[in-house]
């Protein structure tokens, strides 16, 4: 089993988390089983940008992303290089460091 380090959120997560994952798991499912509520407007659908993360170490044991994933986040508010979709970042068993961006883009949103 690998764990993820969360970096501190001011929203989400201030103080940052560790969190163990499951094999094969998403980055967004291990978040949200441990009460890390990244929001993720498309029902995990790789249709939005919501579940936007960026990894900051472990980036190279990820899954490639697919052409639907790179043309989502081309979309997405403070894209960097080790950008991802957590809902579609499967986890291997290299540990991982997580950044959630402080915004997202989320053109649905029923909380405004």
Same mark, same amino acid.
């Given at each position: 089993m690998a764990k993820i380090v969360f @970096?501190? +959120?001011a &929203? @989400?997560?201030p103080e940052g988390a560790e969190v163990e994952s499951l %094999? /094969? &798991?998403? =980055? @967004?499912?291990?978040?949200?089983?441990? /009460?890390?509520d990244i929001e993720h407007a498309c029902e995990? =659908? #790789?249709a939005c940008t919501? #579940? +936007?993360i960026i990894v900051r170490e472990g980036f $190279? *044991? @990820?899954?490639?992303s697919s052409e639907l994933? $790179? $043309?989502m986040l081309d979309?997405?508010? /403070?894209?960097? %290089?080790? *950008?991802?979709l957590g809902c579609q970042t499967r986890l291997t068993d290299e540990d991982l460091v997580v950044e959630i961006p402080m915004y997202t883009v989320n053109m649905v949103s029923e909380s405004q």
């Amino acid at each position: 089993m690998a764990k993820i380090v969360f @970096l501190p +959120h001011a &929203e @989400l997560c201030p103080e940052g988390a560790e969190v163990e994952s499951l %094999p /094969g &798991e998403t =980055v @967004l499912d291990a978040a949200l089983r441990n /009460g890390i509520d990244i929001e993720h407007a498309c029902e995990k =659908v #790789c249709a939005c940008t919501t #579940c +936007h993360i960026i990894v900051r170490e472990g980036f $190279d *044991s @990820l899954n490639e992303s697919s052409e639907l994933e $790179d $043309d989502m986040l081309d979309k997405a508010w /403070g894209l960097e %290089p080790e *950008s991802r979709l957590g809902c579609q970042t499967r986890l291997t068993d290299e540990d991982l460091v997580v950044e959630i961006p402080m915004y997202t883009v989320n053109m649905v949103s029923e909380s405004q």
